[in-house]
């Protein structure tokens, strides 16, 4: 079933020009990039996005890294564009994750761990709206 899941290229990687390399990683996985914007998450929207996490200890940390340079915000379709999107990322942890995953070849830690995809359908639209219009979606 074609789905669309929500991927942000995180600013370890954009510091790095990494943005060519992991969508080419993406792309070669079968999912389509049918909308991207670079852009500078400002304080406001890193904290909403990640409000899940607002008790945690690392949350500030988590808030400071994201805005500290520009991100790739994109939308990804494919069959079962999720969980595809979360086997081509590789664990959180860079050193756990499989060989050819976007962490394995490009992650510096378990922080900077160079990009984010939804973790369900539903949070995928949820993520999808807080970056794009629907007229900026192009299937």
């Given at each position: 079933?074609?789905?669309?899941?929500?991927?942000?290229?995180?600013?370890d990687?954009t510091?790095?020009?990494?943005?060519?390399?992991?969508?080419a990683?993406?792309?070669?996985?079968?999912?389509?990039i049918?909308?991207?914007k670079?852009?500078?998450?400002?304080?406001?929207?890193a904290?909403k996005?990640?409000?899940?996490?607002?008790e945690?200890?690392?949350?500030?940390?988590?808030?400071?890294?994201?805005?500290?340079?520009?991100?790739?915000?994109?939308?990804?379709?494919?069959?079962?564009?999720?969980a595809?999107?979360r086997?081509?990322?590789?664990?959180?942890?860079?050193?756990?994750?499989?060989?050819?995953?976007?962490?394995?070849?490009?992650?510096?830690?378990?922080?900077?761990?160079?990009v984010?995809g939804?973790?369900s359908?539903?949070?995928?639209?949820?993520?999808?709206?807080?970056?794009?219009?629907?007229?900026?979606?192009?299937?």
């Amino acid at each position: 079933m074609t789905e669309r899941t929500f991927s942000i290229i995180k600013p370890d990687a954009t510091r790095r020009n990494l943005t060519g390399k992991v969508n080419a990683v993406i792309e070669d996985a079968g999912l389509r990039i049918v909308a991207q914007k670079r852009i500078r998450m400002s304080r406001a929207q890193a904290e909403k996005f990640y409000e899940v996490h607002k008790e945690r200890p690392f949350f500030g940390e988590l808030v400071d890294f994201m805005t500290s340079a520009p991100v790739v915000v994109q939308v990804l379709e494919g069959d079962n564009a999720v969980a595809r999107y979360r086997e081509v990322m590789g664990a959180t942890n860079p050193a756990q994750a499989a060989e050819g995953t976007i962490r394995k070849l490009y992650a510096e830690s378990v922080g900077e761990n160079s990009v984010h995809g939804s973790d369900s359908l539903e949070n995928a639209k949820i993520e999808i709206a807080q970056f794009f219009t629907d007229d900026e979606i192009v299937g």
